[in-house]
């Protein structure tokens, strides 16, 4: 739906049935945003994420990608599902990279977005969805199908996660913190929820406060477990997330999921709140903050950092278990980045005279190295590694 027409949808749904959860407004808001083909990307878009600061992230990838590929005892086929993966940066430098897995490889982008699916198409040579995981063939017609060996990489790109049962990788990165969520706040020793109405004039959106369901109430205890609430805190519960990770669930019965995101403790959250320069949510749009989430919906991103309590009890809930918790400056010097960072300054240092194609590679290699790497920004991202299934190796060991 069109971001000019999803505010009109939103009011027209308000006047007719009453308010709605936050998350309600939340997920048409965000899918109205990036259904124009808005999101991460430099100039022109709207905010950077780690594959659109350059191709060293695929690269590190890759290699976690070969990592899990040998873990999981070189199956083939082996599928790679960039779940919420925009416009395939991060599948066309993955490929560009040429992980040993690749000859077993079928890449998937999962994309909600029609308008980033299409402009995938030029970083990334898509196959029919039909061929996904093929190509398949039978020795007899009475035989069941088989997929034909080593005939990858196999490239394709769907709306949602595919319907049939995996072996592989499901990453998802910076998608969680995009799925809807609902809010609550403390009062009087008890949860309120969130909710969206209309101005009186109908001239906005606004909030009100409604006692929480029990069973919201319910899960923002979970989350709160031992940490102080006062009355006026807030938190808040991934709604979304949790059909998205039980989806995940069934189409990995034996794999791994990486999820690479902005998330938090509870105590972490709490003490944030959920506004102001770091609150945990935020808008953007053409590469600044945005105004309230509740403005505009549709004309800039809302985001909410993931709560990693909810996460963790959610992941087991589904099946999985937590591999591995890092930082992403830790993940990715744990692949292997300060090398590949040192020859770039080599190559920088050896040809900045000349100022040739090799050297000026070289250089951006140790830019993008410092920014996947920044403490204050997305190096300081979450990176949860969770297993699925039988037959896994051990995780990844920590870095240093
Ligand atoms: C913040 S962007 C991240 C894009 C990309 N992963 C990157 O790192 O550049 C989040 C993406 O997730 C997509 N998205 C949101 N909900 C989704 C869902 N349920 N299934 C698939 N994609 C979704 C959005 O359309 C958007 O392209």
Redesign the pocket.
């Known amino acids: 739906m069109a971001a000019a027409d999803v505010g009109r949808r939103l009011a027209d749904q308000i006047r007719r049935a009453g308010p709605i959860t936050f998350a309600e407004f939340h997920g048409a808001a ?2 109205a945003f ?1 259904g124009e083909g808005r ?2 990307g430099r100039a022109g878009r709207d ?1 950077i ?4 600061v350059g191709s060293l992230f695929g690269t590190l990838v890759a290699r976690a990608l070969d990592e899990a590929w040998r873990r999981l005892a070189d199956p083939d086929p082996f599928v790679l599902v ?5 416009r395939g ?2 599948l066309a430098d993955v490929l560009r990279a040429r992980p040993a897995c690749s000859r077993a490889l079928r890449a998937v982008l ?4 029609p308008a ?1 699916r299409d402009e995938a198409r030029a970083v990334l040579d898509l196959e029919p969805a039909a061929v996904a995981l093929g190509p398949f063939a039978r020795d007899a017609l009475d035989e069941p199908a088989e997929p034909i060996l080593r005939s990858g990489p196999v490239v394709t790109a769907l709306r ?1 996660l595919p319907a049939v049962a995996l072996t592989g990788v499901v990453a998802a ?3 969680l ?3 809807a969520v609902r809010l609550v706040e403390r009062r009087d020793g008890g949860w309120a929820e969130v909710r969206v109405a209309l101005a009186h004039d109908d001239s906005r959106f606004e909030e009100l406060l409604v006692e929480a369901p029990a069973d919201l109430a319910g899960v923002a205890d979970e989350l709160a477990g031992d940490a102080v609430v006062r009355h006026g805190d807030r938190l808040p519960i991934p709604a ?1 997330a949790g059909h ?1 990770l039980a989806h995940v669930a069934t189409t990995l019965p034996r794999g791994e999921l990486w999820i690479i995101d902005y998330a938090d403790e509870t105590a972490g959250l709490l003490s944030r709140g959920p506004n102001g320069p770091s609150g945990w949510l935020r808008t953007y749009r053409s590469h600044g903050r945005g105004t309230s989430p509740l403005d505009a919906p549709g004309e800039q ?1 809302v ?1 909410c950092d993931v709560a990693l309590p909810w996460l963790r009890r959610a992941a087991a809930r589904a099946g999985f278990t937590v591999q591995h918790e890092t930082t992403q400056a830790d993940w990715l010097r744990g692949l292997g980045l300060d090398e590949l960072v040192g020859a770039g300054r080599q190559r920088w240092d050896a040809g900045a005279h000349r100022g040739d194609l090799e050297a000026i590679r070289g250089r951006s290699t140790a830019l993008e190295g410092a920014a996947l790497t920044d403490p204050a920004g997305l190096g300081a991202h979450h990176v949860m590694l969770l297993g699925r299934g039988e037959g896994r190796g051990p995780a990844r060991p920590p870095a240093g």
């Open positions: 965000v899918d990036f999101g991460a905010f994420t780690s594959p659109e960039d779940a919420g993966g925009g940066r991060l999962v994309e909600r977005s980033l949602d990165n910076e998608l913190d995009n799925l979304a998205w991103d985001t």
